[in-house]
Protein backbone atom coordinates (compact mmCIF):
# COMPACT_ATOMS: atom_id res chain seq x y z
CA UNK A 1 0.00 0.00 0.00
CA UNK A 2 2.89 2.46 0.58
CA UNK A 3 4.66 1.71 -2.36
CA UNK A 4 0.93 2.10 -4.48
CA UNK A 5 0.77 5.69 -2.03
CA UNK A 6 4.41 7.30 -2.94
CA UNK A 7 3.95 6.15 -6.85
CA UNK A 8 0.93 8.24 -7.33
CA UNK A 9 1.69 11.19 -5.51
CA UNK A 10 5.15 11.42 -6.97
CA UNK A 11 3.34 10.97 -10.03
CA UNK A 12 1.74 14.44 -9.03
CA UNK A 13 4.60 15.97 -8.39
CA UNK A 14 6.15 15.17 -11.40
CA UNK A 15 3.41 16.56 -13.53
CA UNK A 16 3.48 19.81 -11.29
CA UNK A 17 7.11 20.14 -11.95
CA UNK A 18 6.57 20.09 -15.58
CA UNK A 19 3.89 22.03 -15.89
CA UNK A 20 1.65 19.98 -16.80
CA UNK A 21 -1.38 19.54 -14.01
CA UNK A 22 -4.91 19.68 -15.18
CA UNK A 23 -8.18 19.00 -13.44
CA UNK A 24 -8.44 15.68 -15.25
CA UNK A 25 -5.07 14.22 -14.46
CA UNK A 26 -5.10 15.96 -10.65
CA UNK A 27 -8.15 14.78 -10.32
CA UNK A 28 -7.49 10.99 -10.89
CA UNK A 29 -4.16 10.92 -9.19
CA UNK A 30 -5.42 13.04 -6.21
CA UNK A 31 -8.59 10.60 -5.26
CA UNK A 32 -5.96 7.37 -5.65
CA UNK A 33 -3.74 9.53 -3.63
CA UNK A 34 -5.61 10.40 -0.45
CA UNK A 35 -7.74 6.89 -0.35
CA UNK A 36 -4.38 5.38 0.40
CA UNK A 37 -3.02 8.00 2.58
CA UNK A 38 -6.44 7.93 4.20
CA UNK A 39 -6.75 4.19 4.65
CA UNK A 40 -2.47 3.83 5.99
CA UNK A 41 -3.06 6.65 8.39
CA UNK A 42 -5.95 5.38 9.86
CA UNK A 43 -4.04 1.85 10.17
CA UNK A 44 -1.13 3.20 11.95
CA UNK A 45 -2.50 6.78 13.17
CA UNK A 46 0.44 8.90 10.90
CA UNK A 47 0.67 11.36 8.50
CA UNK A 48 4.51 11.87 8.16
CA UNK A 49 4.10 9.64 4.95
CA UNK A 50 2.34 12.34 2.96
CA UNK A 51 5.53 14.18 2.92
CA UNK A 52 8.18 11.21 2.81
CA UNK A 53 9.72 13.49 5.58
CA UNK A 54 12.90 11.86 5.93
CA UNK A 55 13.57 11.43 2.43
CA UNK A 56 12.30 15.21 1.03
CA UNK A 57 14.38 18.29 2.36
CA UNK A 58 12.61 21.40 3.57
CA UNK A 59 12.71 23.01 0.11
CA UNK A 60 10.94 19.70 -1.69
CA UNK A 61 8.44 19.45 1.28
CA UNK A 62 7.40 23.06 0.04
CA UNK A 63 7.00 22.19 -3.78
CA UNK A 64 5.01 19.21 -3.11
CA UNK A 65 2.72 21.56 -1.08
CA UNK A 66 2.70 24.00 -3.84
CA UNK A 67 1.45 20.83 -6.46
CA UNK A 68 -1.17 20.09 -4.10
CA UNK A 69 -2.30 23.68 -3.75
CA UNK A 70 -2.40 24.04 -7.68
CA UNK A 71 -4.07 21.27 -7.60
CA UNK A 72 -6.81 21.95 -5.30
CA UNK A 73 -7.30 25.51 -7.27
CA UNK A 74 -7.70 23.90 -10.42
CA UNK A 75 -10.11 21.68 -9.22
CA UNK A 76 -12.24 24.40 -7.41
CA UNK A 77 -12.46 26.39 -10.86
Request: overall charge negative; charged content about 25%; glycine content about 4%.
Given at each position: ?I???L???????D?????????D?Y?M??SH?W????T?C?K?G????W??V?E?T??E?????????????????
Amino acid sequence: MIEDFLYYKHRLFDFYKKGEITQDNYLMLFSHIWLLSWTYCMKVGSLDMWLDVNELTKEEQMEQFKALNLGFRLNSK
